[in-house]
């Protein structure tokens, strides 16, 4: 994710990882800060934030939202990352 984030965030995409209510803080401290991660961490310590997006049984659960605030494709488990690019590089083009 960090690669797929580092190709397209000068067009605009944005990340947010999201920790899960049951993920302990300093260990998601931890991982984000060994790993590098160029990108915002959150965490849903009460597990709100992932009942907002239907139920997130499995982590890691990516979802594609588009400009306008609409999910358009979820993956879980590892994204096929050739047809993530494709998309994502659908929808940067589109307009807001």
Same mark, same amino acid.
Request: aromatic share 12%; proline share 6%; net charge neutral.
């Given at each position: ?12 995409? =944005? ?32 597990? =709100? ?20 605030? =609409? ?6 488990? =590892? ?18």
């Amino acid at each position: 994710m960090v690669s797929t984030f580092q190709k397209f965030q000068g067009q605009g995409l =944005e990340f947010l990882a999201v920790a899960m209510e049951y993920d302990a803080p300093a260990y998601v401290m931890q991982f984000a800060s060994s790993r590098q991660l160029p990108f915002r961490v959150a965490m849903d310590h009460t597990g =709100e934030i992932a009942k907002g997006f239907g139920p997130v049984q499995l982590t890691p659960t990516t979802f594609v939202i588009n400009k306008k605030g =609409e999910i358009v494709k979820r993956y879980i488990g =590892e994204p096929d990352f050739p047809a993530l690019h494709a998309l994502l590089t659908q929808l940067l083009a589109e307009k807001a």
